[in-house]
């Protein structure tokens, strides 16, 4: 028992093969979902919060299981806050471009007055160009506030 | 189809309920472990096949697709129920909580 | 190239079982998303080695599942038996058991692992190189490993060369 | 016919996990806590299919009932190493 403690201890990451390796087949099928829960927002439950915390989530399982240097490797700081960035300016430029062009915030309809496709269908596409901006900039930040509390803001150590 | 899916709800609510006697009446942690992590994922992988069995009572392919995926979930509690237990266990054991023995077994 | 077209492929069926609709806006995405999912994880869900081998794998683990269901429900039937029962303290006798193993293969380890931890009245501690260290709650079931699955894992995943 | 006898499991479940609450609240010690949680959310997954079953739209809780094994995976993995790391998991055991 106090051997095993020990050993258990000083293992250098302190991590089991267990779950690195069920990790490691789960991370790709939790991804697939979150973004089929973006893509399926407007007919199942869902949108572009929920699929952005699924994404999220599959990078804070990814640096539970490994440490944060793999994530980091996997997933750069610098192409998080992009993402998010890209995401926040998808939804704001959205709303604003529909309000120059005549119509209320974020009233899709008015985008038909650039490209013609009928103001129904663009309802329907400017909600899925939304939860996509929304989805973006939710996993961004999910992201951005694991790793900056894990580690204490300096991003060398992992939990 | 019903009938079916009755056939394997009433065993996994079974052994839900013996799951859960389990966690109250073990003495100790890694006891109630065993109860907890095992005996629920299988009632729950027992149930969710009842529930996908019953769903093909009318078939289509949206039910057919509804069914895969709650197998999926089956699939899915097999490979992370052992995973949550077996971490749960292996923190234990650094932190050092006492496992409850036999008292013979204590002196050696 | 090869491990990026499998992970491809298995995102493809699972968005498929997903989605359930199949006109050109949600399957387009859907492919998009697969590619995306691809790209960015392949090297997770596969591990390096040839493409025949990782198939061989998965018939391997499904030839062993039966066995394993099997095991399962026999396990659990003598968990209920011990909890149902008025004097539980005097049938278990829980005890933590070391032992090697032979298997080499990381994946084979694994899955050995995660088959002790599935079956009641044994749960899998730790795994350092090839000493598994067991928490077992009957006599019986401590006396037992590792016994006939490890064969039936060395059987299924590993080499016969 | 079969209505009543899924309302039926879901109103066992429901007594199951008020009994698991037992364990979840009353301890001894955290892991017991990280137990009760896990083991509620098992059975969480199970009922949300009975009630979409209830409801008769089952394709909908199914979405829901994925999104909450896994999130309920990730949160048992996340309490086990955050208490390992803070070595406070023995404090309550008297």
Redesign the interface.
């Given at each position: 028992m106090k051997r095993l403690q020990e050993r258990a201890q000083n293992r250098p990451t302190g991590e089991s093969p267990i779950i690195r390796m069920a990790v490691r087949v789960m991370i790709p099928f939790i991804q697939l979902f979150g973004l089929y829960v973006i893509v399926h927002g407007h007919y199942s439950p869902g949108g572009g919060f929920q699929g952005g915390v699924i994404l999220g989530a599959s990078f804070i399982l990814m640096a539970l299981a490994f440490d944060l240097k793999t994530t980091t490797d996997y997933f750069s700081e610098k192409a998080n806050a992009i993402l998010g960035n890209a995401g926040a300016l998808i939804f704001t430029g959205l709303g604003a471009l529909t309000a120059i062009l005549g119509g209320l915030w974020l009233d899709y309809s008015a985008l038909d007055r650039i490209i013609p496709l009928g103001p129904i269908e663009w309802r329907s596409m400017g909600i899925f160009l939304v939860e996509v901006g929304v989805g973006l900039a939710v996993m961004s930040i999910m992201v951005s506030l694991y790793w900056d509390l894990a580690s204490g803001g300096d991003m060398d150590e992992g939990l | 189809m019903s009938a079916i899916a009755a056939l394997f709800v009433i065993p996994g609510l079974f052994f839900f309920a013996v799951g859960t006697l389990g966690i109250l009446r073990f003495p100790d942690f890694y006891t109630r472990l065993q109860a907890a992590g095992k005996c629920d994922s299988f009632a729950s992988v027992l149930v969710l096949l009842g529930i996908a069995i019953y769903n093909l009572g009318d078939f289509t392919l949206a039910s057919l697709l509804v069914s895969i995926k709650i197998m999926l979930i089956a699939v899915f509690v097999f490979i992370a129920s052992p995973t949550a237990t077996h971490a749960i266990t292996e923190s234990a054991l650094i932190v050092g909580v006492e496992p409850w023995m036999r008292k013979e077994r204590k002196k050696q | 190239m090869s491990r990026m077209a499998t992970?491809f492929l298995?995102?493809l069926a699972?968005?498929i079982?997903?989605?359930?609709?199949f006109d050109g806006f949600?399957l387009s995405?859907?492919i998009l998303?697969?590619l995306?999912?691809?790209w960015?994880?392949h090297d997770?869900?596969l591990s390096v080695g040839p493409i025949r081998s990782r198939i061989r794998d998965f018939f391997g683990i499904l030839r062993y599942l039966p066995y394993l269901f099997k095991e399962?429900?026999l396990?659990?039937l003598q968990?209920?038996y011990i909890?149902?029962h008025p004097r539980?303290?005097d049938l278990?006798?829980?005890?933590?058991v070391r032992f090697r193993t032979s298997l080499k293969r990381?994946?084979s380890?694994?899955t050995f692992?995660?088959s002790i931890?599935?079956?009641?009245?044994t749960?899998?501690?730790?795994?350092?190189d090839d000493e598994f260290?067991v928490?077992a709650?009957t006599r019986s079931s401590a006396e037992s490993l590792p016994g006939e699955m490890e064969r039936r894992v060395a059987a299924a995943l590993e080499d016969r060369r | 016919m079969m209505m009543p006898f899924f309302l039926g499991a879901a109103v066992v479940l429901v007594l199951l996990m008020m009994l698991s609450l037992v364990r979840t609240i009353g301890g001894p010690t955290v892991l017991d806590r990280i137990l009760g949680g896990n083991v509620i959310g098992t059975k969480t997954t199970v009922l949300l299919l009975l009630i979409g079953i209830l409801y008769e739209d089952l394709g909908m809780f199914v979405d829901i009932a994925i999104a909450y094994a896994l999130l309920n995976f990730i949160a048992t993995l996340g309490a086990t190493k955050y208490f390992l790391r803070r070595k406070s998991v023995h404090e309550t055991e008297e």
């Open positions: - | - | 992970t298995a995102m699972f968005w079982v997903l989605s359930g609709m949600h995405l859907g998303s697969c995306l999912v691809a960015f994880s997770l869900l399962i429900v396990a659990n968990v209920a909890v149902l539980m303290l278990i006798d829980p005890s933590l990381p994946i380890k694994v692992g995660q931890t599935l079956t009641p009245a749960i899998t501690v730790s795994i350092d260290t928490y709650l | -």
